[in-house]
């Protein structure tokens, strides 16, 4: 490598063909050793256990959790950055994201020589994002705190814990499942928290929570 410094690299995305195009543009990089690529979360997080790379590439989807998950474990960890890569690019997923720890935030439309050049600039310091996520980042930035309506009933216990399954990525039955409940009990529970809530979505309700302080992430 002539003495280049290396950049050690994580991929963690589920679609085996954009993962193989990834690993294998970013590793012809002469500066960057990707260190693990793995298509579900269980595999990154054991990744994790031998190695935490410099950089962390993350899509939000997966088979068995949400990339937001690998996040907030990889950040546990210490100075490593996570930058997201995903399809989603709606206002909710991209603020949940920055507030779980990501450092940069791009779709997956973004040329791999972009994204070779936005690794690099988050390394020295930079915050790659692409123009949709900066949108809804400045947004929030330039918006007032917000605080909980004290006219608005509050969320019962039972559907915080709904909200809390959802947060960890976890679907209607899988939520059921570990709650104890049937699925047509969580279903009433989300018709309940969309009422409240004023809300539309899984992802919107849990990022309202948390900028309401309900929820903790």
């Not at 605080?147 to 969320?155: F, I, N, S």
């Amino acid at each position: 490598m002539n003495g280049t410094p290396q950049i050690t690299l994580g991929i963690l995305e589920d679609d085996e063909a954009t993962r193989s195009y990834l690993e294998a543009h970013l590793a012809a990089e002469p500066d960057f050793a990707v260190v693990f690529s793995c298509g579900r979360l269980g595999d990154a997080l054991a990744a994790l256990e031998r190695e935490v790379p410099d950089l962390a590439l993350v899509d939000i989807r997966l088979p068995d959790g949400t990339g937001l998950d690998f996040v907030r474990a990889y950040r546990a960890q210490g100075t490593g950055r996570a930058l997201i890569l995903s399809v989603l690019g709606d206002r909710t997923t991209v603020l949940l994201a920055f507030e779980c720890g990501a450092s940069g935030y791009l779709l997956k439309d973004t040329p791999v020589e972009q994204i070779a050049r936005d690794i690099r600039a988050l390394v020295a310091g930079g915050t790659p994002i692409s123009a949709h996520a900066a949108t809804h980042l400045l947004t929030m930035i330039n918006a007032a705190p917000r605080k909980p309506d004290p006219v608005k009933p509050l969320l019962t216990r039972r559907e915080l814990d709904v909200l809390t399954m959802f947060s960890r990525g976890l679907s209607y039955r899988q939520a059921a499942e570990t709650l104890g409940m049937s699925a047509y009990t969580v279903a009433d529970h989300v018709k309940s928290i969309y009422t409240k809530m004023a809300v539309h979505s899984r992802n919107e309700a849990v990022f309202e929570a948390v900028q309401n302080g309900w929820l903790e992430l």
